[in-house]
């Protein structure tokens, strides 16, 4: 899918997704990593990460689970982006399972800077803050500028880093944290 072009009939829009939707979480997960993070990886090692982790099954495991959301964009009911959110289940020190985490916020190649990315974030972030506010999490691919821009614009810092396995590589990455009394809104 190219470039969204809004007319009369086109609809974009953000829904959470149910365990029913556990195949298209599972197809749009796949797509968006594999599309945008595949060139790094051997097809071994890329295909058993998919695997293991966007599997069907395990998307409706996620889905079930009441501390855990997704969110699908979708264009005329075909998904286009997702979003996953939870508890935080990143390597630093400082991190709680009290705490809050952006796991996944994907859109497909050539749709970022169309204002979906920062709506389908504020979903999960409103999703993440229901109960109040709370320290929040993302980790982030080292070399994802773009992407550490964007979360900056919503008061996250960098706070760490770590090792993100794909098979045998070993991604950098950094984790960015938000404080509970931090700024909410993208500047």
């Known amino acids: 899918m190219g470039e969204i072009h ?18 298209a979480v599972s197809r749009i997960a796949t797509r968006t990593f594999t599309e945008t993070f595949g060139h790094l ?30 969110w699908l964009l979708e264009h005329d009911g ?11 289940g990143l390597p630093h020190p400082q991190a709680t399972t009290a705490d809050g985490e952006l796991k996944r916020l994907y859109l497909l190649p050539g749709l970022q800077g169309g204002g979906w990315g920062g ?19 993302i980790g982030v691919w080292s070399q994802n500028l773009g992407a550490q821009r964007f979360y900056a614009r919503y008061g996250f810092e960098k706070a760490g880093e770590y090792e993100f396995p794909v098979g045998r590589v070993r991604d950098h990455e950094f984790i960015f944290r938000r404080l509970a009394t931090a700024c909410r809104t993208a500047k």
């Open 119 to 137: 709506r389908l974030c504020e979903t999960a972030l409103d999703w993440l803050e229901r109960d109040g506010p709370r320290t929040l999490w």
């Open 41 to 70: 990886y051997p097809d071994e090692d890329l295909r058993a990460f998919i695997d293991e982790n966007y599997a069907v099954e395990r998307q409706a495991l996620i889905l079930d689970h009441p501390d855990y959301a997704i």
């Open 6 to 23: 809004s007319d009369p009939i086109s609809t974009i829009s953000i829904r959470r997704a149910t365990v029913a939707d556990a195949q």
């Open 78 to 88: 075909e998904a286009i982006g997702h979003a996953a959110a939870g508890p935080c």
